[in-house]
């Protein structure tokens, strides 16, 4: 897999598939923070530091393969273009803080782009490894597998009191961030997503927008994640996240289900409304396309319409970012340029699937 190709696909292939809850939950991922105990953290380690850890990952791990994650491909920050940084990004691969470093940082990412791993970043290791739908309990179990298969190789910066020792005080202990992509519209609809977020909070959880920490929660899309990581199990933080993820399904079908008893036109008039925006408008920005594709994907779940794919949501939130649109395009475009050229592109995609 070339830098290339992780360019040309806006939908990773693992996010094709379908699993438990897909109806609501987009995608699980598990993120580990790792550190060598031989070398300062990155935040004042020093460039040859820096340049023996990413050395160290091209030399051990470069088109190597661990079970279903095959041939990981280094791809090096300073040989990347603006544009290119935003497209790894958009797809979730890289972190908006690794694509701001120029030089000594990388990524380590897997051909089904279902791996990535973080190099020199805020620590010297950040292990990502996503599924779709709800598997959060699976993607515990391969993230754990991979972390031994690097631990065989590298020393972790380890204290038997705290446990892994991270960059941020916020991450001592298991190093681990779980969380869950989720898509709930009914529940934004209602405002009562504004009333549980407190409620989820003091359960030392927190709801992030589409793109983490500081983003909006774009499409009605929100991440939901464990702040806590120090003083509970791996098991325990998925656990408790599972939890609650469960409720919000479970509170998210019956929002659903009142919608349509009570206001079953107006949700359909609202849902065939947006559908028609995104097939005949000449002029769109990314807030309006967010909000009309977060439409057609409730209409579509809900059997409203049946001839275009679940996945079109995943696929057209990712294609109509700016990183995207410029890629697709080939030069820098403008915003008045981007909302034209993103306009264009929805139709055309949806376009598509109603010849097919």
């Given at each position: 897999m070339s830098l290339q190709q992780f360019m040309n696909e806006a939908i990773s292939p693992w996010m094709k598939q379908e699993g438990p809850d897909s109806d609501i939950v987009l995608s699980s991922r598990i993120r580990l923070a790792r550190n060598f105990s031989q070398h300062p953290f990155p935040i004042i380690a020093s460039e040859e530091t820096l340049n023996k850890v990413l050395e160290f990952f091209q030399e051990e791990f470069q088109k190597k393969s661990f079970r279903d994650y095959k041939d990981f491909e280094l791809v090096q920050m300073k040989d990347l273009q603006p544009i290119e940084k935003r497209v790894l990004v958009e797809k979730h691969l890289i972190s908006p803080h690794l694509a701001e470093k120029a030089d000594k940082s990388a990524s380590l990412i897997s051909q089904n782009e279902q791996v990535s791993i973080m190099i020199n970043e805020e620590d010297h290791i950040r292990i990502q490894l996503y599924f779709p739908s709800f598997q959060l309990d699976q993607a515990l179990e391969q993230a754990s597998q991979l972390d031994d298969w690097l631990e065989e190789k590298v020393d972790y910066a380890f204290d038997e009191k705290r446990g892994y020792l991270t960059a941020c005080p916020t991450n001592v202990g298991t190093g681990m961030r779980a969380s869950v992509m989720m898509h709930l519209p009914a529940l934004s609809m209602t405002n009562q997503i504004n009333r549980m977020t407190p409620a989820i909070n003091q359960l030392g959880l927190v709801v992030r927008g589409i793109y983490g920490e500081g983003s909006e929660a774009l499409?009605?899309?929100?991440?939901?994640?464990?702040?806590?990581?120090?003083?509970?199990?791996?098991?325990?933080?998925?656990?408790?996240?599972?939890?609650?993820?469960?409720?919000?399904?479970?509170?998210?079908?019956?929002?659903?289900?009142?919608?349509?008893?009570?206001?079953?036109?107006?949700?359909?008039?609202r849902i065939f409304r947006s559908y028609g925006v995104l097939t005949n408008s000449r002029i769109i920005e990314s807030k309006e396309a967010a909000k009309c594709l977060s439409d057609l994907r409730l209409g579509i779940d809900l059997g409203f319409i049946d001839h275009i794919p679940r996945t079109i949501l995943n696929e057209l939130m990712v294609l109509t970012q700016p990183g995207f649109l410029q890629q697709y395009a080939n030069s820098t475009l403008s915003p008045d340029e981007r909302d034209v050229r993103r306009a264009s592109l929805i139709r055309e995609r949806l376009q598509l699937e109603n010849e097919e």
């Open positions: 499409g009605n899309i929100y991440q939901i994640s464990n702040q806590i990581t120090l003083g509970k199990s791996e098991e325990d933080i998925v656990e408790d996240l599972h939890s609650v993820v469960k409720q919000l399904i479970e509170q998210e079908r019956k929002a659903r289900e009142a919608l349509m008893t009570r206001s079953s036109i107006q949700l359909e008039d």
